[in-house]
């Protein structure tokens, strides 16, 4: 397994910009694709964006196409979620998450990730 943990959240306002980390320690980073989720309060788990192993294919959902960049430094075995023109409707816990080379379905979907981090809170003021 690998562990995950978030960083980088906190309180900002509309339009502000705030990039997230999620440092892994554990099984070899480069292996796993990796995805980042958010669950605002009393939503459901709600796909935010996905990178592959390599970073040659990223992934986002149509909420955060063009304002979110996710991207990923294998030999710091980290990952990161680069966001801007924040929105109050971004607000949520933000998790990382893992998938290794097994899971081959549909990168949008939270079961095809193995590992989560604890999340980290992203709070939008209008």
């Known amino acids: 397994q690998v562990q995950l943990v978030e960083s980088g959240g906190g309180l900002v306002q509309t339009g502000d910009s705030l990039r997230l980390s999620c440092a892994a320690s554990?099984?070899?980073?480069?292996?796993?694709?990796m995805g980042w989720f958010r669950q605002a309060p009393g939503k459901e788990l709600e796909f935010v964006a996905a990178?592959?192993?390599?970073?040659?294919?990223?992934y986002y959902a149509e909420s955060v196409q063009g304002r979110f960049t996710i991207s990923r430094d294998n030999a710091k075995n980290t990952l990161y979620l680069q966001m801007s023109s924040l929105k109050p409707e971004d607000t949520a816990v933000y998790y990382c998450?893992?998938?290794?080379?097994?899971?081959?379905?549909?990168?949008?979907?939270?079961?095809?990730?193995?590992?989560w981090g604890q999340g980290t809170q992203v709070t939008v003021s209008s």
């Open positions: 990178v592959t192993w390599s970073a040659g294919r990223t």
């Open positions: 998450a893992a998938r290794g080379p097994t899971y081959t379905s549909s990168y949008y979907q939270s079961t095809q990730y193995e590992n």
């Open positions: 554990g099984r070899t980073f480069s292996n796993y694709a």
